[in-house]
């Protein structure tokens, strides 16, 4: 049996990390972020739904202007792939991956600190 994904991590926002919350009279999954989306700038958008903005995204900075909007503080970099994973609360976390071969760090999930002081970006 395979144990725990080790890039799953979890949900602040949850009441039990990766558990759905749940609506006790419907027993319907409450979502309570959803439509979140990664533009070709590379920020990330909510969908604004409900009051409460969505908690912070790692290597990325709330826009003063707009809660739901996540500015990136990623340096540029042509080998990095990033993919976002959907938590079940809605909330996403945006996995970012080396795939420069000349890096120690290829085929490895990479932090921002990771990238912003590599010597091998490609620009």
Known sequence: MPGPNPLRKP???CPD???????SVTKEVEVTWEGSRILPDGSVMYAKTGFEPPP??????????NPWHF??????CKKRIQTQLVKKCGAISVLSVCANSAC???Q???????CQG???RIE
């Open 71 to 76: 500015l990136p503080l990623w340096p540029p």
């Open 56 to 65: 912070d995204l790692e290597g990325f900075e709330r826009d003063p202007k």
């Open 118 to 120: 590599c010597l091998l």
């Open 11 to 13: 949900c602040r926002t």
């Open 104 to 106: 120690p760090l290829r």
């Open 17 to 23: 990390g990766f558990k759905q919350r749940t609506n």
């Open 108 to 114: 490895q999930e990479v932090k921002l600190a990771d």
